[in-house]
């Protein structure tokens, strides 16, 4: 696959990703990108997160089950 700039590679390997609602989970178990090193993954997560749209939900627990 050829894309001019990292934007457009992810919204090839992603179409749909700014849609609302979210695409389902298994939506990602057919794509990836491969990265040589982590930071580069850590990177590319952080990108593609920021193309969602929404705002992040952190559900927790005070008590020990």
Excluded at 29 to 43: H, K, Y
């Amino acid at each position: 696959m050829v894309a001019p700039d990292l934007e457009a590679f992810m919204s090839q390997v992603y179409p749909g990703i700014r849609s609302d609602p979210h695409p389902p989970g298994d939506y990602f178990l057919e794509r990836i990108i491969l990265a040589p090193r982590n930071s580069d993954v850590g990177d590319l997560n952080r990108r593609i997160l920021d193309l969602m749209s929404g705002e992040e939900v952190f559900l927790s627990a005070d008590t020990v089950v």
